[in-house]
């Protein structure tokens, strides 16, 4: 079992940076593969980036790579989503999920375990 709590939304500028945090609870974060989904209103939620529980293997969708870096450090049990370069539809409420296997998939249903979302809002 673990629980998330995400932090760092706010409402920003395009081209603007920002930096999300996702902390998790449990002694074993680092088998956990986690990853960042984001749903903007009247959308579908969406797959952002995802990595392994090693640290070693990231992910990100098309739309965000070079602009986006998925992070994590074990010890802290924390994941980062740096976003940079923002741009307004990027807007959206940011979620991070855990997936009980060391290897991030693309699907929300493979991810077991969810936190309460942080809203990301960025204007033109």
């Known amino acids: 079992q673990v629980q998330l709590v995400e932090s760092g939304g706010g409402l920003v500028q395009a081209g603007d940076s920002l930096r999300l945090s996702c902390a998790a609870s449990?002694?074993?974060?680092?088998?956990?593969?986690m990853a960042w989904f984001r749903q903007a209103p009247g959308k579908e939620r969406d797959f952002v980036a995802g990595?392994?529980?090693?640290?070693?293997?990231?992910i990100h969708e098309e739309s965000v790579r070079g602009r986006f870096t998925i992070s994590r450090d074990n010890a802290k049990n924390t994941v980062y989503l740096q976003m940079n370069n923002l741009r307004p539809e990027d807007t959206a409420v940011y979620y991070c999920?855990?997936?009980?296997?060391?290897?991030?998939?693309?699907?929300?249903?493979?991810?077991?375990?969810w936190g309460q979302g942080t809203q990301v809002t960025v204007s033109s």
């Open positions: 999920a855990a997936r009980d296997s060391g290897w991030p998939g693309r699907r929300d249903d493979e991810y077991g375990y």
């Open positions: 449990g002694r074993t974060f680092s088998t956990y593969a």
């Open positions: 990595i392994s529980g090693s640290g070693r293997n990231t």
